[in-house]
């Protein structure tokens, strides 16, 4: 059975830190393309930032460059997403998605999904 699990959102002042973690299971998890999606109440659920296995090739979106940095470890079958600086504006609920070929495009039929772990950004 194919199971995300996200784990290490919590509550934490504007300027800190936090890691997230995502750990995989049921399906060959170092030939999936890996990505983090984010969804604040009321908005849509956006794309953050996403691992390929294709050369370790990363892709953020403009708003966390600089700050957010995603990284995988196959050997232990779990994403991470390594976030500092954080602002208000980074609060969300945090996913992590799996996919066979583009995980900048998943969507709720095309991938795998975690259950997502809150992120609350203080100011």
């Known amino acids: 059975q194919v199971q995300l699990v996200e784990s290490g959102g919590e509550l934490v002042q504007a300027g800190g830190s936090l890691r997230l973690s995502c750990a995989a299971s049921?399906?060959?998890?170092?030939?999936?393309?890996m990505a983090w999606f984010r969804q604040a109440p009321g908005k849509e659920r956006e794309f953050v930032a996403a691992?390929?296995?294709?050369?370790?090739?990363?892709y953020y979106v403009d708003s966390v460059k600089g700050r957010f940095t995603i990284s995988r470890d196959n050997a232990k079958n779990t994403l991470y997403l390594y976030m500092n600086s954080l602002k208000p504006e980074d609060t969300a609920v945090y996913y992590c998605?799996?996919?066979?070929?583009?995980?900048?495009?998943?969507?709720?039929?095309?991938?795998?999904w975690g259950q997502g772990t809150q992120v609350t950004v203080s100011s």
């Open positions: 049921g399906f060959t998890f170092s030939l999936y393309a």
């Open positions: 998605a799996a996919s066979p070929t583009d995980s900048r495009r998943c969507g709720p039929k095309n991938c795998y």
């Open positions: 691992f390929s296995w294709v050369g370790g090739t990363t």
